[in-house]
């Protein structure tokens, strides 16, 4: 009855509400918004950029309603603006999209506003308003990865109603955060790569927080994590301090948050195991221990008690054998233990884990062959075996994953064929078996099922794939590398189907071609595409690519002129082709068009004329790569624009003259490889005030003279200098001993050149008489060599401070006096050419401890006495010593008690034997006769300077020709 009455009392109270309506006029609904806050927002929107005109809706016209403007949320009952939504998405770089500019203090007209989202945007010249401060209505504030530059403010302690705060962002940085104790309502709190290494009250503050259920301080340079009296983070569910450099022990509170479900500690240096606990924790479900040095022997009881979802222990340094409690934690989703060092076969209980939908053990030393027991894992959905040493074929029970979408285990010794098996896996969306052992003819039938395939990489593989001209591929490949396949010589027609493809890779396989014309159509999205050592032929008029893509065209037969590339371009690479003609076109043609490219190697081509003065539109150079072409002329004056260039390759072309002084603006410069041209003048000064990163500087083969400036020994990051066969003259700087990077055994190669490419960035480096091409193994790379000089006085003992030096060459020069007493102190000597000079006394004994020594000639020269007795001096060839009056193993001349070499017996003939005193005056007269002649031909060229230059090089040339005659002899 009660209820009866209560209904009606409602509709009659509605009845009358809509008669006044009716009397007055219906009411605007839904309400418009109030036009104070519409005038707020025009305001707002002036100061703010808009590159899409994404607030294209935010009108002045009389009438708009701004409830219904983007991102606008209005009260539906009263009107006022509670929320705005003006974030931006990162997920597609489209930075276009991105709002910029400044924030005009009239938001603060919006009383009402508790929900403010201005994420993902580019506020990179705005400082964090203070007047947010003030807007005390606000419950959620998201400024995160907006680029706000500066110093937090402390005002933003004032939103007392705060619920949500995000300012994760790598420009922003705090002075204390005790401003954060007044959001006692604060739930969520997020500053993530904030700078707060000045915030050591950083733990004390937060503790003070009763309501906060999510913390999150990753990356925020935090150095310090200490004990906690008391815990307040009764209600914490999610903890993450990933990245900060804590190296200490795990501490106990932290495994003492009874609510806690997930916890990421990775990369913070903690140390040790993992500490036991009494209290009955049952809530975690995700635990992230990658990247430190924590312990698992054993792993802690208390974690069988947790329903684990999630266990990451990537990057430990865990070895042997994997742990077999993990059996017991039978709820895992996602087991994480790449990037240690287990070391066994695959255990056969791991298959058991029948809940596993992530299974990662890529990056470990596990071995043997794969069991067919891992049928039982049917609910694996991402399967990493990548990077191990297991072997033999791929099972059969594989086939039986029906869940599985990425399988990943590249990098292993699997051989045999896969497609049985994998041809059954109709989820699959991400493959890669590159870098086995598989071998076989594929054919199109192998890939019948598998139509959600998106991403297929297999190159490093010997497989044939065969297939019909007008096989149409039952799926859309975003991903697709082949490299090594056999897939020529004709063009893979099939491709043409691929409209999705971003990535493309073909390298090595045979395809002997011109690029067909349809080929261009897909390329316009490709970011990345690899077509080289093939035997591609024909012109190329036009390249089409995505903006900052990388394309390879390298190591095929084109010919013809350069083509037209984007200026949007990121690498290109056209080297070890027959490209002919000039290089100007190419070069600066649409001169006023930025070109974007970091990476350009044009080298090993047929390329004529002058390296072009246009260098102002190519700014974003980082490796120039010109080597091996028929280019002329000097080095132009504007190549000093390319202040980004590390990397500087015009090795064997015919260029000339002096060095430009514009290139001392090339300070990042890494590596400078002008050898094999006919570069003249001295060897600027300016190098080593201001290339102070070089690693490499190779002068080889060129006309160089005078003196080696001492200031080449300020740079203390070389590690290949090569000034060889030039017309250099004067003594070694002593203070060659501050080349620091050649006195240290470990690697300093700063170029990220190396970082782009294994194959860019090489040098060729002449050891042991023979030139070698460094790529990978740069970097560990340190010789000196200047041979071949018109170099003189002793050799500093100051040089055999350089410990790391693996090659020495000083031949071919006029060095004088003893070889450096300490020379055995340079242990990583593996070539070491003295020959052709005037060095005399005995070859000091240190030289036994060089027992990495492969090389080594010290012929021709003055040099006396024993050879010291060593398994590696003794192993040598004579020809190391020939030329000296040396004895000992391994000549043949044997030396006295000693060491002196024995006079020759002379045998006393009374008829038949020489008179020694008619012999002394025939040989006085013909050294006389010798001498008189010697000078009359030759003596008025040497009071000629360039006559006698040129002469002492003939006669070098000479020296030398006699000399690889008698090494061939012997």
């Not at 869940?403 to 969306?429: C, M, R, W």
């Not at 080298?603 to 002058?610: I, P, Y």
């Not at 003594?731 to 782009?756: D, G, K």
């Not at 060095?815 to 055995?824: A, K, L, N, Q």
């Amino acid at each position: 009855m009660r209820v009866v009455l209560l209904l009606i009392k409602v509709l009659a109270i509605a009845a009358i509400t809509f008669s006044i309506g009716l009397c007055n006029g219906i009411p605007d609904w839904p309400p418009l918004c109030k036009e104070g806050e519409r005038q707020a927002l025009l305001i707002f929107k002036q100061d703010l950029e808009d590159p899409a005109n994404r607030l294209s809706s935010w009108v002045a016209k009389e009438g708009s309603d701004c409830c219904s403007w983007t991102g606008v949320v209005c009260d539906h009952i009263t009107g006022h603006i509670h929320e705005l939504h003006l974030n931006s998405s990162h997920s597609d770089w489209d930075f276009n999209s991105f709002f910029s500019g400044k924030i005009n203090p009239s938001l603060l007209s919006l009383k009402h506003l508790n929900y403010l989202d201005l994420s993902n945007n580019d506020f990179s010249t705005t400082r964090i308003p203070s007047f947010f401060g003030s807007m005390t209505s606000l419950t959620h504030l998201n400024l995160g990865h907006s680029w706000f530059d500066g110093v937090i403010p402390h005002k933003l302690g004032n939103l007392s109603s705060l619920r949500y705060l995000n300012l994760s962002n790598y420009n922003l940085k705090v002075e204390n955060l005790r401003w954060i104790s007044g959001l006692s309502l604060l739930k969520h709190l997020d500053l993530s790569s904030v700078n707060l290494s000045k915030a050591s009250d950083w733990l004390q503050v937060t503790n003070m927080l009763p309501s906060l259920v999510e913390l999150d301080m990753s990356y925020c340079q935090l150095h310090q994590i200490t004990p906690l009296p008391t815990t307040n983070f009764t209600s914490l569910v999610v903890l993450d301090l990933s990245g900060n450099i804590f190296n200490s022990l795990i501490l106990r509170w932290v495994f003492s948050l009874k609510n806690l479900v997930s916890l990421h500690l990775s990369d913070c240096g903690f140390q040790g195991p993992i500490p036991s606990i009494s209290q009955n924790i049952t809530s975690l479900r995700e635990i992230d221990l990658s990247f430190n040095s924590i312990s698992l022997d054993p792993i802690p009881k208390w974690w069988f008690n947790q329903k684990f979802l999630e266990l990451s222990l990537e990057a430990n340094q865990l070895t042997g054998q994997l742990p077999s409690s993990i059996q017991n934690m039978t709820c895992l989703k996602v087991l994480n233990l790449r990037w240690n060092d287990f070391n066994s076969t695959v255990p056969e209980w791991l298959y058991s884990l029948n809940n596993l939908e992530s299974l990662l053990l890529s990056h470990n030393a596990l071995r043997g062959e794969i069991s067919s027991s891992i049928r039982n894992l049917k609910s694996l959905r991402h399967f990493d075996l990548s990077d191990n040493s297991i072997s033999g074929p791929i099972p059969m029970s594989l086939g039986n994953l029906s869940s599985l979408v990425e399988l990943d285990i590249s990098g292993n010794q699997f051989n045999g064929t896969f497609i049985e098996v994998i041809g059954k896996l109709k989820l699959l969306a991400y493959l890669d078996i590159s870098y086995n052992l598989f071998k076989g003819v594929v054919s199109e039938v192998s890939f019948s099922n598998l139509t959600k395939l998106k991403h297929f990489i297999a190159k490093g593989n010997s497989f044939t794939l065969k297939t019909s001209r007008d096989w149409l591929p039952p799926f859309q490949l975003e991903s697709l590398r082949l490299d090594s396949w056999h897939l020529g010589p004709e063009w893979p027609m099939w491709l043409q189907t691929q409209t999705q493809l971003t990535d493309l890779s073909l390298s090595g396989t045979g395809i002997s071609s011109t690029i067909p014309t349809w080929f261009w159509n897909l390329t316009f999205q490709l970011g990345y595409l690899n077509l080289s050592h093939n035997q591609l032929y024909g012109e190329i008029q036009n390249i089409v690519a995505a903006p900052e893509s990388v394309v390879d065209l390298g190591s095929n037969q084109f010919t013809g002129g350069l083509p037209i590339v984007p200026p949007s371009l990121a690498w290109l690479d056209l080297s070890n082709s027959s490209f002919s003609g000039s290089v100007f076109h190419f070069f600066c043609d649409r001169p006023e068009e930025p070109k974007q490219l970091s990476i350009l190697h044009l080298g090993h081509n047929l390329l004529t004329g002058k390296v072009p003065d246009c260098w102002l539109s190519w700014q974003y150079l980082v490796a120039l790569i010109l080597e091996n072409n028929y280019l002329t002329g000097n080095v132009p004056m504007s190549i000093g624009y390319l202040q980004q260039l590390e990397s500087l390759h015009l090795r064997n072309n015919h260029m000339y003259g002096e060095l430009p002084h514009s290139l001392r603006n090339c300070t990042s410069l890494s590596v400078v490889d002008l050898s094999g041209n006919g570069f003249v003048g001295s060897i600027p000064i300016w190098m080593g005030k201001t290339l102070s990163r070089l690693n490499v500087l190779n002068l080889r083969s060129n006309e160089f003279e005078g003196d080696i400036p001492s200031e080449i020994c300020y740079l203390k990051s070389l590690q290949i200098l090569d000034l060889a066969r030039n017309k250099l003259s004067g003594a070694i700087p002593r203070c060659f001993h501050n080349l620091s990077a050649m006195a240290t055994l470990s690697e300093s190669f700063s170029s990220v050149t190396f970082t782009v490419s294994n194959s860019v960035e090489a040098s060729i480096v002449v050891t042991k008489g023979i030139e070698v091409e460094y790529t990978n193994l740069l970097k560990f790379v340190k010789s000196m060599d200047l041979s071949c000089n018109f170099m003189y006085g002793e050799i500093p003992e100051e040089l055999t401070d350089l410990l790391a030096l693996q090659s020495l060459n000083l031949s071919n020069n006029h060095f004088t006096g003893r070889i450096p007493s300490m020379i055995g102190n340079m242990a990583q000597l593996e070539s070491l050419d003295f020959s052709m000079n005037q060095l005399d006394a005995e070859i000091p004994p240190s030289m036994t401890n060089l027992t990495f020594l492969s090389h080594l000639n010290l012929s021709y020269n003055n040099l006396t006495g024993r050879i010291p007795e060593s398994t590696q001096l003794q192993s040598l060839h004579q020809s190391s010593f020939v030329g000296n009056e040396l004895c000992g193993a391994p000549l043949n001349k044997n030396c006295s008690a000693n060491g002196v070499i024995p006079p020759p017996t002379v045998e006393q003939d009374g008829g038949g034997g020489y008179r020694l005193l008619e012999d002394e005056w025939f040989y006085v007269s013909l050294v006389v006769g010798f001498f008189t002649g010697f000078w009359i031909v030759f003596g008025s060229l040497l009071v000629n300077m360039p006559w006698s230059i040129l002469l002492s090089q003939w006669l070098n040339m000479i020296v030398l020709k006699m000399y690889n005659v008698i090494v061939e002899y012997v």
